[in-house]
């Protein structure tokens, strides 16, 4: 069974240019979240997805963050434009719906570099 | 809101000792479920075990067990056997039951010693 797949896994854009990040989550799995990670850091929640429905964005940017998920599959997280501070590394995963145990299944994860 | 304290920022273990990472956490919601993840130099977060606040049994999973004290609000990670391979960043997480929202602590990188 694949797993969470993540696209691409480095990028390297000067500030102010738009950037975008990919991710396909695992087959049947209706619940996508997309996490930021700064260094030394745990995971942030920047956007969670039930199906086609974001149900809580409450911690996106959405100034410069924008994130879709069409279909209710895969989906794309992007950044217009990026600033110095959006360095860190963008990770992506899923999950079976209502799932109480708390196990997401992560992609290793895009690491952008803002010059 | 929830809140995960993770204090040791490394830690260092003999090849075949146990290790405890230690986690504490702090929250209002009555029923939740608390869990680790180990992240290793390819960057991919890998679930390792989950303690709902219900169970009164610490959680196992082979070489991984969970030491869940509710009244201290601490979950700690006990890994038997280090094994080379345990090198990583170990992160604690709590979600509020049936809600998936999950919220991590900043880590511990843990470093096995042959």
């Known amino acids: 069974e694949a797993g969470v797949v993540q696209s691409p896994r480095y990028k390297i854009i000067e500030k102010k240019q738009p950037v975008a990040f990919w991710c396909n989550p695992i087959?049947?799995?209706?619940?996508l979240y997309w996490y930021l990670q700064n260094l030394g850091q745990g995971p942030e929640l920047l956007i969670r997805?039930?199906?086609?429905?974001?149900?809580?964005d409450s911690q996106l940017p959405k100034d410069r963050f924008s994130a879709e998920r069409l279909k209710g599959v895969d989906s794309t997280l992007k950044i217009q434009p990026a600033e110095l501070g959006d360095s860190a590394v963008y990770l992506c995963?899923?999950?079976?719906?209502?799932?109480?145990?708390?196990?997401?299944?992560f992609g290793e994860g895009s690491r952008l570099t803002v010059l | 809101a929830q809140k995960i304290t993770q204090t040791q920022p490394g830690m260092f273990v003999q090849e075949k000792e146990a290790v405890t990472l230690d986690c504490t956490y702090d929250?209002?919601?009555?029923?939740?479920?608390l869990f680790w993840y180990k992240q290793p130099s390819s960057g991919e977060m890998i679930f390792l075990i989950y303690?709902?606040?219900?169970?009164?049994q610490n959680a196992t999973e082979g070489r991984y067990s969970l030491n869940f004290q509710k009244a201290r609000k601490s979950a700690n990670l006990v890994i038997s056997a280090s094994q080379l391979g345990d090198s990583a960043m170990y992160f604690c997480?709590?979600?509020?039951?049936?809600?998936?929202?999950?919220?991590f602590g900043i880590g511990t990188k843990l470093q096995v010693i042959p």
């Open positions: 995963a899923s999950s079976l719906e209502n799932t109480n145990t708390g196990e997401l299944f």
């Open positions: 997480a709590m979600t509020p039951w049936g809600y998936q929202k999950v919220t």
């Open positions: 303690q709902g606040s219900y169970d009164e």
């Open positions: 997805y039930e199906n086609e429905e974001a149900v809580d």
């Open positions: 087959s049947g799995h209706n619940t």
């Open positions: 929250t209002s919601d009555q029923s939740y479920g």
